[in-house]
């Protein structure tokens, strides 16, 4: 069974620019949750999207959007880009709430 | 809220060595523990989780974790580490669909 997929792997992106992160869960998984990885925060929810319902959100601005399509694949979004969010995102699947979330191997991303 | 601390940074252990790595919870109820490893430059691997039951629970590449509840614990464990154990240690709590991770244990294995 393929695992979490994420593309792209890396990005460079400039300041007030947007950007499109992308990821394909494991068959059969509904649920997709979205992670922001930095030095100084550590891991932070981001939002999680469940048959392309959005049902828990993080604290984040609201420049960072996401929404999931009717085959569980789900897209992230981040607009006017600061340096700041320059980070590893990670996405993660799950069946539903009681199962193990599997994480992809994350997008680099880095604002210049 | 639910939070997981994990009062090491850093830890540096030769290979060979026990490891034991600490993680503790604040939650009212039966928290949902799970503990994730990461080399660099990879997203985060399952190693073992607790929902309910046997509080001794046994995970992959030989890692356990004890949860005890009068310690508000959930600390990770290995009887013998290895050189390929060097990587970053989170722990978790919270839901399937939304997590709430510990700041890591970076371990470091000498040879």
């Known amino acids: 069974k393929a695992g979490v997929t994420q593309t792209p792997r890396y990005l460079i992106k400039t300041r007030g620019q947007q950007v499109t992160l992308s990821c394909s869960p494991i068959s059969g998984h509904r649920s997709v949750s979205w992670y922001q990885q930095t030095p100084g925060q550590g891991l932070q929810f981001l939002f999680e999207?469940?048959?392309?319902?959005?049902?828990n959100k993080g604290n984040f601005p609201g420049r960072f959007s996401g929404r999931q399509f009717s085959n569980s694949r789900s897209e992230m979004n981040v607009s006017t880009l600061e340096l700041g969010d320059s980070a590893l995102y990670l996405c993660a699947s799950s069946r539903d709430d009681t199962d193990t979330q599997y994480f992809g191997p994350g997008t680099r991303l880095t604002v210049l | 809220a639910q939070s997981v601390t994990q009062p090491d940074i850093h830890i540096t252990v030769s290979e060979g060595a026990s490891l034991e790595l600490r993680c503790n919870y604040s939650y009212g109820a039966t928290p949902y523990l799970f503990w994730y490893v990461q080399s660099p430059g990879q997203g985060l691997q399952l190693l073992l989780k607790y929902f309910s039951g046997d509080t001794l629970v046994q995970g992959i590449k030989g890692f356990e974790a004890e949860f005890k509840r009068s310690q508000s614990s959930f600390n990770l464990r290995k009887p013998s580490v290895h050189w390929s154990d060097a990587a970053e240690y989170f722990c978790g709590t919270g839901t399937a669909s939304k997590l709430t991770f510990g700041t890591g244990t970076r371990l470091q294995v000498m040879l």
């Open positions: 999207y469940f048959s392309e319902t959005q049902r």
